[in-house]
Structures are given as structure tokens and as C-alpha cells.
């Protein structure tokens, strides 16, 4: 795909313009998130990510989306790192910044296969669910050359070994 992540432009909770430019030379993760999830337990796991190597360089993105039925942008200020305004992290109406990360990190570590994917088979909305995000708290670690490092599944959760020795093998060099 052509260009480079920081050519992206979201809005942050308040409605202002932001570019992942303020990300160039950093290592940052992309966290699509929600308010009414299972999975919202991740949170306190972010958190805990963020504060363990935010002062080593690294900065973490939520942007909530709300493509798997659940609400999003309710009760989400609580994270000490920037959040988004909510977006389409898949579908016709995907965000391009999606578009972008799906394209360059076609397949995740540990490719998410649940309930809620038979479902999509069964409803026959798989198309294009190879490189979809397949659920919340899917996460996108870009290297401080603005390159995807990696894209992990949902079920990797942010305590996940995988996740530290990626975001290590970043921020220490």
C-alpha cells in the first residue's frame, strides 16, 4: 500500500485533528478498544504495559471502534494515553489508517478463530477475513521507523511475553 503510517490523521475524545506524524521515530502500539466487551479486562493490562515502558519510549494509541456489537467511547478517559475518536476498524466503511495496517500486517500472532468468527461464516460476512481485525484489543506494534513490527491477535494479551520481547527489541536499540 502506498505511503506510510504518519500520513494518517485521526481526532482524539475532544473532536481535534491529530497526526500519527507526533509518532515519527517512536515505538507505539495501535490498540483498537470498547467500553462493552469481554475483553474489556485487557485494559488494566494496557495500562499496566504502558507504565512499565512508557519512560523507555513507548507510546500506546487506543481507538475505539465499535464493529463487534459492542458500545465504544463510554468510560474510556480512564487510560493515562491518548484515545481516539471511535472508528470503523473493518468493513465498507473501515478507516483508512485499517486499511493501511491490515494491508501491511496481513496475519496476526496467534490468528483469532471464535464464536464470534464461526458466526461471520455462518452470516457469510467473512469476506475479506483474512486481513480483517477480527476483534477488539487487536494490537499493531509500529518500530520507531514507522515499519509494522507486529500484529497480535486478540487473545494476546498485553502481558503476553510475545508483546514485551517485540516492544524490547525496539525501545532498547
Known amino acids: 500500500m502506498k505511503g506510510d503510517i504518519y500520513q494518517f490523521e485521526l481526532n482524539n475524545q475532544d473532536h481535534e485533528k491529530f497526526s ?11 490498540v483498537n478498544v470498547t467500553s462493552d466487551c469481554t475483553m474489556t479486562y485487557q485494559d488494566k493490562k494496557l ?14 494509541l487506543a481507538i475505539p ?13 480512564h487510560y493515562s494515553f491518548p484515545v481516539a475518536e471511535e472508528v470503523s476498524v473493518r468493513g465498507k466503511n473501515q478507516h483508512p489508517l485499517y486499511d493501511y495496517l491490515t494491508h501491511e500486517a496481513p496475519e496476526a500472532v496467534e490468528q483469532f478463530y471464535s464464536i464470534a468468527k ?23 506494534l509500529i518500530g520507531k521507523d514507522g515499519e509494522i513490527i507486529q500484529r497480535f491477535s486478540s487473545e494476546i494479551e498485553p502481558d503476553d511475553s510475545r508483546i514485551a520481547r517485540a516492544i524490547e527489541g525496539q525501545i532498547l536499540f
Do not use: C, P
Not at 477475513?129 to 476483534?135: A, E, I, K, S, Y
Open 118 to 140: 464461526k458466526a461471520f461464516i455462518a452470516q457469510k460476512m467473512d469476506e475479506g477475513m483474512v486481513t480483517d481485525v477480527l476483534w477488539n484489543y487487536e494490537k499493531f
Open 47 to 60: 495500562e499496566k504495559l504502558y507504565q512499565k515502558y512508557k519512560d523507555q519510549g513507548l507510546h500506546i
Open 20 to 30: 500519527l506524524e507526533e509518532y515519527r521515530g517512536k515505538t507505539f502500539m495501535i
Open 65 to 77: 471502534s465499535s464493529n463487534f456489537n459492542t458500545v465504544s467511547g463510554q468510560n474510556l478517559k
